[in-house]
């Protein structure tokens, strides 16, 4: 079994400023990693997703994301935001066997002031 | 990219009485979709794998009685929350897996609320 762990639920951020969003798992077997946004009583929209190859995954929107695989870390960033990143984030993993089973954390709400 | 509905978005029913939740794939066409449950300020939790054609596998502690799935098409997936209570109050997330891009894509959600 997996589980996502989001360690901030809230992070406030000045327009501009850069941000990261930090996600840890644990897994006993190979997973995917994804990272969806959330907009107020909307759907969630993915962001990017790491399947294999390079460890530096870039998404929509100018945000990207690193997998440590020793550090089962998989931290999203972005070097600058703006009024329209305010949202909720969520960190997602499945595992490799084809179920697409995701396993999601609680989420983390960004929310960028002006 | 694709798109997936939802209808209806919002629905407030009476306790003891039965909701039907569907799920559209707009533009693709989706062997599986998922449904979710999301409750306020927590993450979602995966309810239930529907396939097209055969019966929905369940989670763990999911009522199949209670949230009863049908996956009659390649592009319509429908979950009737049977015999409603408060309880059942949350907010009811679908998503569909588009093969062609190994992705899922999600439903903008259902906000139910039971009296």
């Known amino acids: 079994a997996q589980s996502v762990t989001q360690l901030d639920s809230q992070v406030p951020v000045f327009e501009e400023a850069p941000v990261e969003l930090r996600c840890n798992y644990s897994s006993s077997v190979s997973v995917y990693l994804f990272w969806y946004v959330q907009y107020p009583n909307q759907g969630l929209q993915l962001l990017l997703k790491?399947?294999?190859?390079?460890?530096l995954v870039k998404g929509i929107n100018g945000f990207e994301a690193e997998f440590n695989k020793s550090q089962t870390s998989f931290h999203l960033r972005k070097p600058s935001v703006h009024i329209s990143d305010t949202a909720e984030y969520f960190c997602a993993v499945s595992d490799r066997s084809g179920s697409e089973k995701l396993v999601f954390g609680k989420g983390t709400k960004l929310t960028v002031n002006p | 990219g694709a798109v997936v509905s939802q209808h209806p978005s919002r629905v407030i029913c009476k306790s003891g009485t039965s909701v039907k939740i569907e799920c559209r794939s707009l533009d693709f066409q989706a062997t599986t979709m998922f449904w979710y449950r999301q409750f306020p300020k927590q993450s979602l939790m995966l309810m239930a794998t529907s396939n097209e054609g055969s019966k929905a596998t369940y989670e763990q502690g999911v009522e199949k009685d209670k949230f009863l799935i049908n996956h009659a098409s390649l592009t319509l997936s429908t979950l009737t929350v049977t015999s409603a209570h408060p309880e059942d109050s949350s907010f009811y997330i679908c998503s569909a897996r588009d093969s062609s891009t190994d992705t899922q894509y999600f439903g903008p959600g259902t906000r139910l609320t039971v009296l």
């Open positions: 790491y399947l294999s190859g390079s460890t």
